[in-house]
């Protein structure tokens, strides 16, 4: 009878403690608020609030076609933005 010879397992060498730290991955802290930019954020979500509820009445109380309203054909990073905004209306 044939016994199967099977591959002993290949161990890793443990890393230290400081090599641990230097591979990790760490997001970038943030080193100071800018409320500006949360105030930009509000102005934005008014801004499509207004346009969605120009829209609604120039179609006479139609709704309007979500993807219409938020995709931009000439940038992915508008077309998520919109998303994002349109979101909070939503909410």
Same mark, same amino acid.
């Given at each position: %009878?044939?016994?199967? @010879?099977?591959?002993? $397992?290949?161990? @890793? @060498?443990?890393?230290? @403690?400081? %090599?641990? /730290?230097?591979?990790?991955?760490? $997001? #970038? /802290?943030?080193? #100071? *608020?800018?409320? %500006?930019?949360? #105030? ?13 509820? #120009? ?12 993807? /219409? ?6 940038? *992915?990073?508008?077309?998520? %933005?919109?998303? *994002?905004?349109?979101? *909070?209306?939503?909410?």
């Amino acid at each position: %009878e044939k016994q199967k @010879q099977r591959a002993k $397992p290949v161990r @890793q @060498q443990k890393l230290t @403690q400081e %090599e641990l /730290e230097k591979s990790r991955t760490r $997001p #970038e /802290e943030v080193k #100071e *608020f800018n409320s %500006e930019l949360g #105030e930009q954020t509000i102005k934005q979500i008014m801004h499509i609030k207004r346009c969605l509820v #120009e829209r609604y009445k120039a179609t006479d109380l139609s709704p309007a076609d979500y993807f /219409e309203f938020v995709i931009d054909p000439k940038s *992915f990073a508008k077309t998520v %933005e919109n998303m *994002f905004h349109v979101s *909070f209306l939503i909410k």
